[in-house]
T-cell receptor, first 112, second 115 residues
């Protein structure tokens, strides 16, 4: 079945630097790739998503890139701020299904 | 603004007890989900429901059952709680019905401890 691997599991960056989190998926039919942010003690919230007909999507300081050939997608956060500190989850979903497969999460710490 | 609420934030139960976790959403979403969140394992799907009285097993359904008698409410049942079911349980609902994937709206979570 579908598997999603996420790296790194923890990431520390200095405030103002960029952060990159990578996910690899196994099912080449996957066509929807969301990213969720979960702050400490709070619920996961969607921050950005991309469908397979698009290679890149940006929303202010965050962007997601998709490489369908290599079956990986990445979250890029520029000019990191302390409020970016959280756990980030990627996920992949295939056609005709309501199911996601989530990655195992990345704990991002932005150091002031 | 979508609201997904869960009946308890924290719950402590004893081994062998029957446990009910309830989730309510107010946006008329057809699809609802129960996930379990454990450190290092991410979010794993227990069950989902694509409509009233309709349910489908997720990736880790063993030891759990669900009930969806009304569109807005989705209940997770632990028939006989065990210590390995100690975890954070997250409910979610889904928009974009009929479209693959789609955004999940999560509830605040219930941290269940089974002693």
């Amino acid at each position: 079945g579908e598997n999603v691997e996420q790296h790194p599991s923890t990431l520390s960056v200095q405030e103002g630097d960029s952060a990159v989190i990578k996910c690899t998926y196994s099912d080449s039919a996957s066509n929807y790739f969301p990213w969720y942010k979960q702050e400490l003690g709070k619920r996961p919230q969607l921050i950005i998503d991309i469908r397979s007909n698009v290679g890149e999507k940006k929303d202010q300081r965050i962007a997601v890139t998709l490489n369908k050939t290599a079956k990986h997608f990445s979250l890029h956060i520029t000019e990191t701020q302390p409020e970016d500190s959280a756990v980030y989850f990627c996920a992949a979903s295939g056609p005709g299904t309501y199911k996601y497969i989530f990655g195992t999460g990345t704990r991002l710490k932005v150091l002031a | 603004d979508v609201k997904v609420t869960q009946s308890s934030r924290y719950l402590v139960k004893r081994t062998g007890e029957k446990v009910f976790l309830e989730c309510v959403q107010d946006m008329d979403h057809e699809n609802m989900f129960w996930y379990r969140q454990d450190p290092g394992l991410g979010l794993r799907l227990i069950y989902f429901s694509y409509d009233v009285k309709m349910k489908e097993k997720g990736d880790i359904p063993e030891g759990y059952s669900v009930s969806r008698e009304k569109k807005e409410r989705f209940s997770l049942i632990l028939e006989s709680a065990s210590t390995n079911q100690t975890s954070m349980y997250l409910c979610a609902s889904r928009t974009e019905s009929g479209v693959a994937g789609g955004r999940r709206y999560f509830g605040p979570g219930t941290r269940l401890t089974v002693l």
